[in-house]
C-alpha cells in the first residue's frame, strides 16, 4: 500500500518526521506500508524548510510541487492543481495530512476528489475563530477525512458533536511532542547565545505571525510595546517570519529590548524556549512544546484550538489588550505562574501509534 505524506509548511515538518520514522522502522520489518513523501513548496526558504528537514533527518521529498507564495484562494488553488495531476500520473492508496495550513486543506480536498481516501494527523482541533485561515483549513479538511489521528480528548468532543462516527477517530497523542522529545538532548544555542552574553531564565522568546497581529503597523506596534512594557527590561528575542518582517520594515524604530533574530532551525529555537523566562507568542504549536518543557506561556489571542495548553499546560490565553498582558507579566516576575503537567499520550510514541492503526486498517482492508 502506498500513502503520500504531504508536508508544506514549517509546523508541518516536525509533524511529520516522527511518521516517517516509524513507517521506515515497520518496512525494515517487512512491513507492506510505503510512502512517497510530498513537499508542496508552500514555504520555501532554507530556514523556514531545509534546514527542518536536515536537523530532523527527514529523507528529500520525492516529489516537490513548487507552488511558493500567492494569497490565499491562490496557493490553495495551486497545491490542488498540481497535486491532482500528480495523483493523476502516480495514484496512492492513502493520503496523509498534518496540522492546518493550506496544503493540509488543498491536498486533502484534490485526494478525495479522485476518491482516495484521507487520513488527518491532528484532526479536530477548533479555536471558533473562523477570521483564522487555519480555522477554515481545519474544518474543511475535517468535513472531507476517513480516519482522524487525534492528540486530545477536546478533539474527540468536537468531532463528535459533528457527527463523525467513534470508529474513525483515534486517539494517539502528539507527533509534534514526538520530534521535541527525541531531539530534547541534541538541543543547542544558537550563535548569538553568547555575543548577546544570554543566559538561561534571564531573556524573554517572542514569535509573531498572525494577520491579525502583524499585518498591520500599527497593530505589530503596539504589541511590541505592551510586551516591552511588561518584561522590565529583560532582552526579548524576537525571531522573524517572513510576513512580519515585511511589516517590521515599514516601522520607524522599535522599543530597544527588542533583538531581532532570523527564523530559527528546530534545535536553536527549542533551546531558546527551553530557557527562556517566558515565552510571548501567537502560535499555537508553540503553546504544546512549551507544556512539554514546562515553561510559562503567554498567547496573545483570544482564542485556542489547544485548549489542553490552559487547562494542563503552562499556557495562557491573553488576548491582544496590553493591560492584560502587563498583569500577566507582573503574575510570573511573582514567581506565582501554574507549573501546569504533560497531556495524555503526548510521550513520544506517537508516530508508532499512527503506523499500527495503519497497519490494522490496511489488515481489515479499509484503505
Ligand atoms: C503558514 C501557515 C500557518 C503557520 C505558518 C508557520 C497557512 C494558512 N498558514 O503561514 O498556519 O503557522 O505558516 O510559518 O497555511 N514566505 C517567505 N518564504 C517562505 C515562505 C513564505 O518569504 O519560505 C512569505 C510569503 O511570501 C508570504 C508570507 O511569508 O508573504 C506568508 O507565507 P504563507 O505560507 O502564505 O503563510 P504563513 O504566514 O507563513
Request: aromatic share 6%.
Amino acid at each position: 500500500m502506498l500513502i503520500d505524506l504531504i508536508a508544506g509548511a514549517r509546523p508541518n515538518f516536525m509533524k511529520i518526521a516522527p511518521i516517517i520514522r516509524a513507517l521506515e522502522d515497520s518496512l525494515a520489518q517487512g512491513g507492506s506500508l510505503d510512502y512517497r513523501l510530498v513537499h508542496t513548496g508552500q514555504h520555501y526558504e532554507s530556514n523556514l524548510s531545509g534546514v527542518f528537514f536536515e536537523q530532523l533527518g527527514i529523507p528529500e521529498p520525492d516529489v516537490n510541487l513548487d507552488v511558493g507564495s500567492g494569497s490565499q484562494a491562490e496557493q490553495t488553488a495551486a497545491i490542488m492543481t498540481r497535486y491532482e495531476s500528480l495523483l493523476l500520473k502516480k495514484p496512492v492508496n492513502l493520503c496523509l495530512v498534518v496540522g492546518d495550513v493550506n496544503s493540509t486543506m488543498a491536498c486533502a480536498i484534490a485526494a478525495q476528489k479522485l476518491c482516495i481516501p484521507v487520513a488527518h494527523v491532528e484532526g479536530g482541533i477548533r479555536s471558533g475563530d473562523w477570521s483564522m485561515p487555519e480555522e477554515i483549513n481545519r474544518m474543511v479538511t475535517d468535513s472531507i477525512t476517513n480516519w482522524f489521528f487525534i492528540t486530545s480528548e477536546f478533539s474527540n468532543e468536537n468531532l463528535r458533536k459533528a457527527g463523525v462516527e467513534a470508529e474513525r477517530i483515534h486517539f494517539v497523542g502528539n507527533t509534534m511532542i514526538d520530534t521535541l522529545m527525541a531531539n530534547l538532548e541534541r538541543l543547542r544555542p544558537p550563535a548569538f547565545w553568547d555575543e548577546l552574553s544570554l543566559e538561561p531564565k534571564g531573556y524573554f522568546v517572542t514569535t509573531l505571525h498572525r494577520p491579525s497581529n502583524v499585518d498591520t503597523k500599527d497593530q505589530l506596534m503596539t504589541l511590541l510595546k505592551a510586551i516591552t512594557d511588561g518584561t522590565r527590561g529583560f532582552p526579548v528575542l524576537f525571531p522573524v517570519h517572513p510576513r512580519t518582517s515585511k511589516t517590521l520594515q515599514a516601522l520607524d524604530e522599535l522599543p530597544v529590548a527588542i533583538i531581532l533574530v532570523e527564523p530559527q532551525p528546530y534545535l536553536e529555537f527549542n533551546y531558546l524556549v527551553r530557557h527562556a523566562k517566558a515565552v510571548i507568542t501567537d502560535s499555537g504549536g508553540i503553546t504544546e512544546e512549551t507544556t512539554v518543557m514546562g515553561v510559562p506561556c503567554l498567547t496573545l489571542r483570544d482564542s485556542t484550538e489547544r485548549p489542553e495548553t490552559v487547562t494542563q499546560g503552562t499556557n495562557e490565553l491573553i488576548g491582544t489588550n496590553p493591560n492584560a498582558l502587563q498583569i500577566a507579566l507582573d503574575r510570573l516576575f511573582a514567581g506565582q505562574w501554574k507549573t501546569g503537567v504533560i497531556p495524555e499520550k503526548w510521550d513520544g510514541n506517537t508516530g508508532k501509534r499512527i503506523v499500527k492503526v495503519l497497519e490494522t486498517l490496511h489488515r481489515l482492508e479499509k484503505v
